[in-house]
Protein backbone atom coordinates (compact mmCIF):
# COMPACT_ATOMS: atom_id res chain seq x y z
CA UNK A 1 0.00 0.00 0.00
CA UNK A 2 1.45 3.72 -1.06
CA UNK A 3 2.10 5.64 1.85
CA UNK A 4 -0.58 8.04 2.75
CA UNK A 5 -0.90 11.77 3.84
CA UNK A 6 -3.97 12.00 5.61
CA UNK A 7 -5.29 9.26 7.85
CA UNK A 8 -8.07 7.59 5.40
CA UNK A 9 -9.41 5.91 8.53
CA UNK A 10 -12.50 4.39 6.41
CA UNK A 11 -10.02 2.79 4.11
CA UNK A 12 -7.67 1.08 6.72
CA UNK A 13 -11.33 0.07 8.59
CA UNK A 14 -11.85 -1.39 5.24
CA UNK A 15 -8.26 -3.40 5.49
CA UNK A 16 -9.86 -4.97 8.73
CA UNK A 17 -12.41 -7.88 7.18
CA UNK A 18 -12.98 -8.93 10.85
CA UNK A 19 -14.56 -5.41 11.61
CA UNK A 20 -17.07 -5.26 9.08
CA UNK A 21 -19.43 -7.71 11.35
CA UNK A 22 -21.95 -7.13 13.69
CA UNK A 23 -22.16 -8.66 17.17
CA UNK A 24 -25.40 -9.18 19.23
CA UNK A 25 -27.33 -7.09 16.46
CA UNK A 26 -24.59 -4.40 16.69
CA UNK A 27 -21.47 -2.85 15.13
CA UNK A 28 -18.50 -4.31 16.48
CA UNK A 29 -16.38 -1.81 18.03
CA UNK A 30 -13.27 -3.42 19.69
CA UNK A 31 -11.42 -1.43 21.96
CA UNK A 32 -9.69 -4.22 23.36
CA UNK A 33 -6.72 -3.22 21.74
CA UNK A 34 -3.90 -3.69 24.22
CA UNK A 35 -5.07 -6.83 24.83
CA UNK A 36 -4.09 -8.12 21.37
CA UNK A 37 -4.64 -6.02 18.01
CA UNK A 38 -7.10 -7.58 14.97
CA UNK A 39 -4.89 -8.06 11.60
CA UNK A 40 -4.91 -6.55 8.32
CA UNK A 41 -5.66 -8.63 5.18
CA UNK A 42 -2.17 -8.11 4.12
CA UNK A 43 -1.12 -9.77 7.22
CA UNK A 44 -3.82 -12.83 6.30
CA UNK A 45 -2.86 -12.52 2.82
CA UNK A 46 0.95 -12.59 3.91
CA UNK A 47 0.44 -16.06 5.96
CA UNK A 48 -2.14 -18.01 3.58
CA UNK A 49 0.48 -17.18 0.55
CA UNK A 50 3.12 -18.56 2.71
CA UNK A 51 1.01 -21.63 3.41
CA UNK A 52 -0.30 -22.29 -0.33
CA UNK A 53 2.85 -21.53 -2.01
CA UNK A 54 6.04 -21.19 0.10
CA UNK A 55 6.02 -23.33 2.80
CA UNK A 56 9.02 -25.77 4.16
CA UNK A 57 10.73 -26.14 7.03
CA UNK A 58 13.59 -23.18 7.51
CA UNK A 59 17.59 -23.62 7.09
CA UNK A 60 17.74 -27.26 6.84
CA UNK A 61 16.21 -28.26 2.89
CA UNK A 62 19.35 -28.43 0.18
CA UNK A 63 16.14 -28.19 -2.06
CA UNK A 64 14.17 -24.96 -3.86
CA UNK A 65 11.26 -24.45 -1.65
CA UNK A 66 12.96 -24.27 2.33
CA UNK A 67 15.28 -22.03 0.18
CA UNK A 68 12.30 -19.73 0.02
CA UNK A 69 11.11 -20.14 2.96
CA UNK A 70 14.64 -19.86 4.84
CA UNK A 71 14.89 -16.48 2.60
CA UNK A 72 11.32 -15.36 4.02
CA UNK A 73 12.16 -16.05 7.23
CA UNK A 74 15.22 -14.18 7.43
CA UNK A 75 13.95 -11.80 5.37
CA UNK A 76 10.96 -10.72 8.40
CA UNK A 77 14.03 -10.90 11.11
CA UNK A 78 15.55 -8.26 8.89
CA UNK A 79 12.32 -6.25 8.80
CA UNK A 80 11.92 -6.08 12.75
CA UNK A 81 16.08 -4.94 12.29
CA UNK A 82 14.89 -2.16 10.65
CA UNK A 83 11.61 -1.50 12.25
CA UNK A 84 13.57 -1.14 15.78
CA UNK A 85 16.31 0.08 14.59
CA UNK A 86 18.90 -2.43 15.59
CA UNK A 87 22.81 -2.47 14.75
CA UNK A 88 22.92 -6.64 13.44
CA UNK A 89 19.58 -8.52 12.29
CA UNK A 90 21.76 -10.84 14.86
CA UNK A 91 20.69 -9.38 17.91
CA UNK A 92 17.20 -9.82 16.81
CA UNK A 93 15.70 -13.45 18.49
CA UNK A 94 12.64 -14.57 17.06
CA UNK A 95 10.06 -16.12 20.64
CA UNK A 96 6.49 -17.10 20.98
CA UNK A 97 5.81 -13.72 22.51
CA UNK A 98 7.32 -10.66 24.77
CA UNK A 99 6.41 -13.02 27.79
CA UNK A 100 9.07 -15.94 26.37
CA UNK A 101 11.61 -13.26 25.91
CA UNK A 102 11.68 -11.60 29.38
CA UNK A 103 11.81 -15.60 30.30
CA UNK A 104 14.72 -15.67 28.47
CA UNK A 105 16.29 -13.32 29.42
CA UNK A 106 15.97 -14.06 33.18
CA UNK A 107 16.76 -17.83 32.88
CA UNK A 108 19.70 -16.64 30.49
CA UNK A 109 21.29 -13.35 31.45
CA UNK A 110 19.90 -13.68 34.60
CA UNK A 111 20.79 -16.93 35.63
CA UNK A 112 24.57 -16.61 34.67
CA UNK A 113 25.44 -12.40 36.01
CA UNK A 114 22.96 -12.27 38.80
CA UNK A 115 24.30 -13.70 42.08
CA UNK A 116 22.87 -13.50 46.17
CA UNK A 117 22.41 -9.55 47.50
CA UNK A 118 22.27 -8.45 43.70
CA UNK A 119 19.14 -6.05 43.31
CA UNK A 120 16.92 -6.07 40.59
CA UNK A 121 14.94 -2.97 39.74
CA UNK A 122 11.03 -3.01 38.88
CA UNK A 123 8.08 -0.53 38.48
CA UNK A 124 5.02 -0.29 39.78
CA UNK A 125 3.27 -0.20 36.70
CA UNK A 126 4.67 -4.08 35.01
CA UNK A 127 2.49 -6.52 33.57
CA UNK A 128 2.91 -10.13 35.41
CA UNK A 129 5.44 -11.09 32.29
CA UNK A 130 7.98 -8.34 33.38
CA UNK A 131 7.30 -9.41 37.21
CA UNK A 132 6.79 -13.44 37.95
CA UNK A 133 10.14 -14.45 35.78
CA UNK A 134 12.34 -11.75 38.29
CA UNK A 135 10.06 -13.33 41.06
CA UNK A 136 11.40 -16.90 40.61
CA UNK A 137 14.77 -16.10 39.27
CA UNK A 138 15.18 -13.55 43.21
CA UNK A 139 13.70 -16.96 45.29
CA UNK A 140 16.01 -19.38 43.28
CA UNK A 141 18.90 -16.87 43.62
CA UNK A 142 18.74 -14.94 46.48
CA UNK A 143 18.06 -11.61 44.81
CA UNK A 144 16.33 -8.49 46.12
CA UNK A 145 13.89 -6.64 43.75
CA UNK A 146 13.10 -3.32 44.43
CA UNK A 147 10.13 -1.64 42.90
CA UNK A 148 9.59 2.18 41.94
CA UNK A 149 6.49 3.63 43.19
CA UNK A 150 3.87 5.78 41.09
CA UNK A 151 2.35 8.78 41.52
CA UNK A 152 -1.78 9.01 41.82
CA UNK A 153 -1.63 10.24 38.17
CA UNK A 154 0.14 6.95 37.08
CA UNK A 155 3.63 8.51 36.41
CA UNK A 156 6.76 6.76 37.18
CA UNK A 157 8.62 8.80 40.25
CA UNK A 158 12.47 9.13 39.12
CA UNK A 159 13.68 10.80 42.36
CA UNK A 160 12.43 7.36 43.88
CA UNK A 161 13.75 5.07 41.14
CA UNK A 162 17.37 7.19 41.31
CA UNK A 163 16.89 6.85 45.16
CA UNK A 164 16.97 3.06 44.66
CA UNK A 165 20.05 2.69 42.14
CA UNK A 166 23.53 1.63 43.53
CA UNK A 167 25.96 -0.20 43.33
CA UNK A 168 23.58 -3.69 44.51
CA UNK A 169 21.50 -2.98 41.34
CA UNK A 170 22.57 -5.15 38.13
CA UNK A 171 19.36 -5.12 36.70
CA UNK A 172 16.70 -2.81 35.76
CA UNK A 173 13.33 -4.39 33.78
CA UNK A 174 10.52 -1.59 33.23
CA UNK A 175 7.73 -1.36 30.81
CA UNK A 176 7.87 1.53 27.89
CA UNK A 177 4.23 2.05 28.09
CA UNK A 178 1.72 0.51 30.50
CA UNK A 179 -0.81 -1.86 29.84
CA UNK A 180 -3.07 -0.74 32.22
CA UNK A 181 -2.90 3.48 32.40
CA UNK A 182 -1.28 3.80 28.93
CA UNK A 183 1.66 6.31 31.24
CA UNK A 184 4.87 6.33 29.16
CA UNK A 185 8.09 5.83 31.03
CA UNK A 186 10.70 7.79 30.78
CA UNK A 187 13.03 4.94 29.52
CA UNK A 188 16.12 6.76 27.60
CA UNK A 189 16.60 8.31 30.60
CA UNK A 190 15.87 5.36 32.78
CA UNK A 191 18.52 3.88 30.73
CA UNK A 192 21.43 6.32 30.86
CA UNK A 193 20.70 6.33 34.88
CA UNK A 194 21.18 2.48 35.21
CA UNK A 195 23.92 2.45 32.99
CA UNK A 196 25.58 5.21 35.10
CA UNK A 197 25.40 2.66 37.98
CA UNK A 198 26.75 -0.41 36.18
CA UNK A 199 23.12 -2.26 35.61
CA UNK A 200 21.64 -3.61 32.39
CA UNK A 201 18.40 -2.80 31.46
CA UNK A 202 15.45 -4.62 29.44
CA UNK A 203 12.58 -2.56 28.36
CA UNK A 204 8.70 -4.48 28.01
CA UNK A 205 8.11 -3.04 24.65
CA UNK A 206 4.68 -4.49 24.28
CA UNK A 207 2.48 -1.30 24.66
CA UNK A 208 4.67 0.82 23.01
CA UNK A 209 5.37 -0.75 19.87
CA UNK A 210 1.83 -0.17 18.07
CA UNK A 211 2.26 3.51 19.25
CA UNK A 212 5.20 5.01 18.57
CA UNK A 213 8.79 4.66 16.71
CA UNK A 214 11.10 2.29 18.56
CA UNK A 215 15.29 3.07 18.40
CA UNK A 216 16.66 1.29 20.13
CA UNK A 217 20.27 2.13 19.73
CA UNK A 218 18.80 5.58 20.21
CA UNK A 219 17.27 4.21 24.04
CA UNK A 220 20.60 2.54 24.07
CA UNK A 221 18.82 -0.37 26.19
CA UNK A 222 20.45 -4.08 26.59
CA UNK A 223 17.24 -5.48 25.85
CA UNK A 224 13.97 -5.43 24.02
CA UNK A 225 11.13 -7.09 23.78
CA UNK A 226 7.45 -7.36 22.16
CA UNK A 227 4.64 -9.48 21.34
CA UNK A 228 3.69 -9.81 17.49
CA UNK A 229 0.05 -10.03 18.07
CA UNK A 230 -0.35 -6.48 19.56
CA UNK A 231 1.20 -4.85 16.76
CA UNK A 232 -1.60 -6.23 14.14
CA UNK A 233 0.64 -9.29 13.66
CA UNK A 234 0.14 -12.70 14.18
CA UNK A 235 -0.16 -15.05 18.06
CA UNK A 236 3.19 -17.09 18.51
CA UNK A 237 6.05 -14.32 17.12
CA UNK A 238 7.29 -12.45 19.57
CA UNK A 239 10.80 -10.43 19.78
CA UNK A 240 14.11 -10.19 21.55
CA UNK A 241 16.42 -7.53 20.64
CA UNK A 242 19.88 -8.06 22.76
CA UNK A 243 22.75 -6.33 22.36
CA UNK A 244 25.21 -8.44 20.64
CA UNK A 245 28.33 -8.71 23.33
CA UNK A 246 25.50 -9.50 25.71
CA UNK A 247 23.93 -11.96 23.48
CA UNK A 248 27.34 -13.78 22.56
CA UNK A 249 28.10 -13.83 26.32
CA UNK A 250 24.77 -16.04 27.44
CA UNK A 251 24.31 -19.79 27.14
CA UNK A 252 21.39 -20.67 25.72
CA UNK A 253 17.41 -20.71 26.40
CA UNK A 254 16.35 -24.34 25.73
CA UNK A 255 18.33 -27.00 23.45
CA UNK A 256 17.62 -28.93 20.48
CA UNK A 257 17.62 -28.48 17.16
CA UNK A 258 18.54 -25.36 14.90
CA UNK A 259 20.51 -24.14 18.18
CA UNK A 260 24.10 -26.05 17.80
CA UNK A 261 27.14 -25.93 15.57
CA UNK A 262 27.92 -29.54 15.75
CA UNK A 263 26.78 -32.28 18.65
CA UNK A 264 28.53 -35.67 19.94
CA UNK A 265 27.21 -38.05 22.83
CA UNK A 266 29.84 -35.89 25.07
CA UNK A 267 29.12 -32.30 23.89
CA UNK A 268 27.15 -29.72 21.64
CA UNK A 269 28.74 -26.50 20.43
CA UNK A 270 26.53 -23.52 19.94
CA UNK A 271 25.50 -22.32 16.80
CA UNK A 272 26.21 -18.67 16.32
CA UNK A 273 23.32 -15.62 16.81
CA UNK A 274 20.50 -15.10 16.28
CA UNK A 275 20.43 -19.38 15.92
CA UNK A 276 21.68 -20.27 19.41
CA UNK A 277 18.16 -18.69 21.13
CA UNK A 278 16.23 -20.65 18.56
CA UNK A 279 16.07 -23.91 19.26
CA UNK A 280 13.22 -26.42 17.71
CA UNK A 281 11.25 -25.19 14.12
CA UNK A 282 10.98 -21.63 14.41
CA UNK A 283 7.05 -19.90 13.46
CA UNK A 284 7.74 -19.38 10.17
CA UNK A 285 4.54 -18.14 8.90
CA UNK A 286 4.05 -15.98 12.20
CA UNK A 287 7.40 -14.21 11.20
CA UNK A 288 6.23 -13.68 7.90
CA UNK A 289 3.00 -12.34 9.06
CA UNK A 290 4.80 -10.41 11.85
CA UNK A 291 6.69 -8.57 8.45
CA UNK A 292 3.92 -8.03 6.91
CA UNK A 293 1.79 -6.29 10.22
CA UNK A 294 4.96 -3.83 10.48
CA UNK A 295 5.33 -3.23 6.49
CA UNK A 296 1.63 -2.33 6.92
CA UNK A 297 1.64 -0.13 10.23
CA UNK A 298 4.85 1.72 8.14
CA UNK A 299 2.46 2.44 5.07
CA UNK A 300 0.36 4.10 7.09
CA UNK A 301 3.29 5.98 9.52
CA UNK A 302 3.32 5.35 13.22
CA UNK A 303 3.07 9.27 13.88
CA UNK A 304 -0.05 9.65 11.61
CA UNK A 305 -1.42 6.86 13.99
CA UNK A 306 -0.30 8.87 16.74
CA UNK A 307 -2.19 11.48 15.96
CA UNK A 308 -5.29 9.20 15.17
CA UNK A 309 -5.13 7.80 18.40
CA UNK A 310 -4.38 10.60 20.84
CA UNK A 311 -7.40 12.59 19.09
CA UNK A 312 -9.72 9.54 19.66
CA UNK A 313 -8.19 9.13 23.46
CA UNK A 314 -8.80 13.26 23.90
CA UNK A 315 -12.81 12.44 22.42
CA UNK A 316 -13.24 8.95 24.67
CA UNK A 317 -11.77 10.84 27.41
CA UNK A 318 -14.75 13.84 27.02
CA UNK A 319 -17.08 11.32 26.55
CA UNK A 320 -16.94 9.55 29.37
CA UNK A 321 -16.06 11.69 31.91
CA UNK A 322 -19.63 13.24 31.38
CA UNK A 323 -21.04 9.89 33.10
CA UNK A 324 -22.14 10.00 36.58
CA UNK A 325 -20.11 7.94 38.91
CA UNK A 326 -17.33 6.71 36.31
CA UNK A 327 -14.13 7.49 37.67
CA UNK A 328 -10.51 7.55 35.88
CA UNK A 329 -8.02 5.04 37.01
CA UNK A 330 -5.00 8.01 36.23
CA UNK A 331 -6.33 11.66 35.01
CA UNK A 332 -3.12 11.60 33.55
CA UNK A 333 -2.42 14.35 30.98
CA UNK A 334 -2.83 13.39 27.06
CA UNK A 335 0.62 13.80 26.34
CA UNK A 336 2.24 11.66 29.09
CA UNK A 337 -0.27 8.79 27.74
CA UNK A 338 -1.07 6.31 24.94
CA UNK A 339 -4.60 5.37 23.75
CA UNK A 340 -5.82 3.65 26.71
CA UNK A 341 -9.03 4.88 29.49
CA UNK A 342 -9.00 2.86 32.78
CA UNK A 343 -11.75 3.58 34.37
CA UNK A 344 -14.67 2.35 37.03
CA UNK A 345 -18.43 2.90 37.46
CA UNK A 346 -19.88 3.25 41.35
CA UNK A 347 -22.67 1.41 40.47
CA UNK A 348 -21.51 -1.93 38.84
CA UNK A 349 -18.30 -4.28 38.83
CA UNK A 350 -15.99 -4.00 35.73
CA UNK A 351 -16.89 -7.49 34.76
CA UNK A 352 -20.54 -6.57 34.55
CA UNK A 353 -19.80 -3.43 32.51
CA UNK A 354 -17.48 -5.88 30.07
CA UNK A 355 -20.39 -7.72 29.85
CA UNK A 356 -23.33 -5.60 29.09
CA UNK A 357 -21.36 -3.52 27.15
CA UNK A 358 -20.56 -6.38 25.02
CA UNK A 359 -24.71 -6.48 24.34
CA UNK A 360 -24.09 -3.38 22.40
CA UNK A 361 -21.60 -4.70 20.24
CA UNK A 362 -18.98 -2.89 22.45
CA UNK A 363 -15.01 -5.06 23.25
CA UNK A 364 -13.77 -4.04 26.62
CA UNK A 365 -11.36 -5.26 28.86
CA UNK A 366 -12.43 -5.97 32.30
CA UNK A 367 -9.86 -7.46 35.34
CA UNK A 368 -6.64 -6.94 36.85
CA UNK A 369 -4.85 -6.43 33.46
CA UNK A 370 -1.73 -8.77 34.44
CA UNK A 371 -0.60 -6.22 36.80
CA UNK A 372 -2.11 -6.80 40.07
CA UNK A 373 0.37 -4.50 42.26
CA UNK A 374 -0.58 -1.65 40.11
CA UNK A 375 -4.69 -2.48 41.24
CA UNK A 376 -3.60 -2.88 44.52
CA UNK A 377 -1.80 0.15 44.76
CA UNK A 378 -4.79 2.43 43.57
CA UNK A 379 -7.19 0.38 45.64
CA UNK A 380 -9.34 -1.35 42.96
CA UNK A 381 -9.00 -5.47 42.65
CA UNK A 382 -10.45 -4.59 38.62
CA UNK A 383 -11.40 -2.18 36.37
CA UNK A 384 -13.04 -1.85 32.30
CA UNK A 385 -10.84 -1.11 30.24
CA UNK A 386 -11.02 0.53 26.43
CA UNK A 387 -7.89 0.75 24.11
CA UNK A 388 -7.61 1.92 20.97
CA UNK A 389 -6.08 1.26 18.04
CA UNK A 390 -5.12 2.86 14.57
CA UNK A 391 -9.19 1.65 13.25
CA UNK A 392 -10.97 2.86 15.62
CA UNK A 393 -13.48 5.98 15.37
CA UNK A 394 -15.37 8.44 17.18
CA UNK A 395 -18.53 7.00 16.49
CA UNK A 396 -17.32 3.55 18.05
CA UNK A 397 -16.08 6.00 21.30
CA UNK A 398 -19.96 7.33 21.38
CA UNK A 399 -21.46 3.22 21.14
CA UNK A 400 -18.66 2.82 24.59
CA UNK A 401 -20.21 5.94 26.21
CA UNK A 402 -23.83 5.03 25.36
CA UNK A 403 -23.42 1.45 26.61
CA UNK A 404 -21.94 2.93 29.61
CA UNK A 405 -25.22 4.73 30.31
CA UNK A 406 -27.28 1.59 29.75
CA UNK A 407 -25.24 0.30 32.48
CA UNK A 408 -25.84 2.49 34.60
CA UNK A 409 -29.36 2.22 33.99
CA UNK A 410 -29.51 -1.30 34.82
CA UNK A 411 -27.28 -0.47 38.38
CA UNK A 412 -27.75 3.01 39.20
CA UNK A 413 -30.18 5.45 40.80
N1 LIG B 1 3.96 -6.76 28.80
C1 LIG B 1 2.91 -5.96 28.61
C2 LIG B 1 3.05 -4.51 28.97
C3 LIG B 1 1.73 -6.46 28.10
O1 LIG B 1 0.69 -5.64 27.91
C4 LIG B 1 1.65 -7.84 27.78
C5 LIG B 1 0.36 -8.44 27.24
N2 LIG B 1 -0.79 -8.02 27.87
C6 LIG B 1 2.77 -8.63 27.99
C7 LIG B 1 3.91 -8.07 28.50
C8 LIG B 1 2.76 -10.10 27.68
O2 LIG B 1 2.63 -10.29 26.31
P1 LIG B 1 2.37 -11.75 25.73
O3 LIG B 1 1.19 -12.28 26.46
O4 LIG B 1 2.09 -11.49 24.28
O5 LIG B 1 3.60 -12.53 25.93
Known sequence: ????????????????????????????????????????????????????????????????????????????????????????VEEIIFTRGATESINLVAATWGQTYLQAGDEVVLTWLEHHSNIVPWQMLASAKGLTLK?????????????????????????????????????????????????????????????????????????????????????????GIGVLYGREVLLQNMPPYQGGGDMIASVTFEKAHWAGLPYKFEAGTPAVAQAIGLAAAIDYIESIGLSAIAVHEADLLHYATQRLAGIRGLRFLCPAPQQTKTSVL????????????????????????????CAQPLMQRFG????????????????????????????RGIFGP
Not at 179 to 197: F, M, S
Not at 380 to 402: H, K
Open 147 to 235: VVPVDDEGRFLWEAYQSLLSSRTRFVAVTHVSNVLGTILPVKDIVAAAHAVGAKVLIDGCQAVPHMAVDVCDLACDFYVFSGHKLYGPT
Open 1 to 88: MAATTFYDLDHFRADFPILCQTVHGYPLAFLDNAASTQKPADVITATKKFYETGYANVHRGAYWLSEQATRQYEGARERVRAFINARH
Open 342 to 369: SFTLDCAHPHDIATIVDRYGVAIRAGHH
Open 380 to 407: VPATARASFGLYNTREEADALADALERV
